[in-house]
């Protein structure tokens, strides 16, 4: 029978000095990533540590709860969506019921980061509505300019994503004032979106909240080929790159930036970018281009790829869906990390979520809901409470899409 496990990774920290994090407009409310990389040495020479910088811990798988007042512990409303036939809901979780949201059509759905308002696609409407539903804006799709929601980059801005485009061509539109901008898609070396990366990727120009420094990948060396690409920290006010992540390979997640864009996560291998040699690891980037690694996987798997990650709404873990070999030399796998990103624990808690599946944190930041598919062959959304360790069964042939208070 196969052991669970949790990893923990232990790394000697120093706090850095007077690190001032910088505040974007509508995320006053927003914890972020400050805290957690303060305790983390910043340098500019090589991200990769040496090997021997953690242990291996063993503990118990997680079941799923049946416990009537352990679920009482959840609260707010899973946005959940089924692909065949399609429908969109709403479930609350406390009264364990579910209502068609928007008649059941609503498609890309996005949440804000302060949970306050849903946007998504009607037909050929843009729909921007409160949470309560007392409000709602409504705008024409626009299909020359844009086709599909990016993202929310922070409480008032969505960024808009026209993906038929040679080069990256998004939008940055407020629909509480109708004001729109194109973001700047032109920078030295930049990839066409024709080169496989938007397959993943919403798109190769990734801009911070704070709009003063955005991420893009370049090619290196003349050449298109995964492992001569490069990612560019740029500078949008000094027009020039703050810093630049050589031999970046082929990342399938595309990097994240903390709520007030003073720094972003990304992904990169540090061995190959195919199996049975890939290896990603985590790293933080900060936005003055100093860089460290947060995970050193691959003492524990032969073979790992990301295939997602998301922060918590405060900022203090990292979900993350990984593909992996084991040592033992046991077919490919999935599982369910999280990071701890103060303590830098890494828990396996035995879950095998689907291949892409989004992974939506509650307002409170310590439950996540996922989908996963068992043996039977039906998805199934479930949450999952970090702090307690409990797994529930939410809801068969849904997956979560945001999670409302």
Request: proline share 6%; glycine share 6%.
């Amino acid at each position: 029978m196969r052991k669970p496990y949790i990893l923990l990774l232990t790394i000697s920290v120093f706090m850095l000095v007077n690190c001032q994090g910088r505040q974007s407009a509508g995320t006053q409310d927003t914890p972020s990533l400050q805290q957690a990389t303060a305790i983390l040495p910043m340098t500019n020479e090589s991200p990769i540590l040496t090997k021997g910088i953690g242990s291996l811990l063993l503990s118990k798988c997680l079941n799923v709860s049946d416990n009537g007042s352990e679920y009482a512990t959840l609260s707010g409303r899973l946005i959940i969506e089924s692909d065949v036939p399609h429908a969109t809901n709403l479930f609350d979780l406390e009264t364990k019921t579910q209502i068609l949201f928007d008649n059941g059509i609503a498609s890309n759905v996005q949440v804000s980061p302060d949970r306050k308002w849903i946007a998504f696609i009607r037909d050929e409407l843009l729909v921007v509505q409160s949470e309560d539903g007392s409000k709602s804006y409504e705008f024409p799709t626009q299909s020359e300019e844009w086709q599909t929601i990016s993202h929310w980059l922070n409480n008032e801005m969505l960024v808009l994503w026209n993906h038929s485009a040679p080069l990256d061509s998004l939008v940055l539109f407020s629909p509480f004032t109708g004001t729109k901008e194109f973001l700047a898609n032109e920078f030295p070396d930049i990839l066409p979106t024709d080169d496989d990366w938007d397959f993943y990727w919403p798109s190769i120009t990734i801009y911070s909240p704070s709009l003063i420094e955005l991420l893009y990948v370049a090619k290196e060396e003349d050449s298109f080929q995964p492992g001569y690409s490069k990612l560019v920290l740029w500078n949008i006010k000094d027009k020039q790159a703050v810093t630049e992540i050589m031999d970046f390979g082929y990342s399938i997640v595309p990097p994240l930036w903390n709520s007030n864009g003073d720094g972003a996560l990304y992904v990169k291998s540090v061995e190959g970018y195919d199996p049975p040699v890939a290896h990603d690891e985590l790293f933080y980037l900060s936005s003055k281009g100093e860089t460290r690694q947060l995970t050193h996987l691959i003492d524990y798997f032969e073979y790992a790829r990301v295939l997602n990650y998301s922060l918590s709404s405060d900022e203090k873990y990292l979900a993350m869906v990984l593909e992996i070999r084991s040592k033992e030399g046991n077919g490919l796998e999935r599982k369910l990390l999280v990071l701890d990103m103060l303590s830098l624990e890494i828990k396996d808690l035995c879950l095998f979520p689907d291949r892409f599946a989004p992974l939506i944190w509650s307002p409170d930041g310590y439950k996540l809901a996922l989908s996963q598919t068992p043996q039977t062959g039906t998805p199934t959304t479930i949450v999952v409470d970090i702090i307690n360790e409990n797994v529930f069964g939410i809801v068969d042939n849904f997956k979560p899409r945001g999670w409302l208070r």
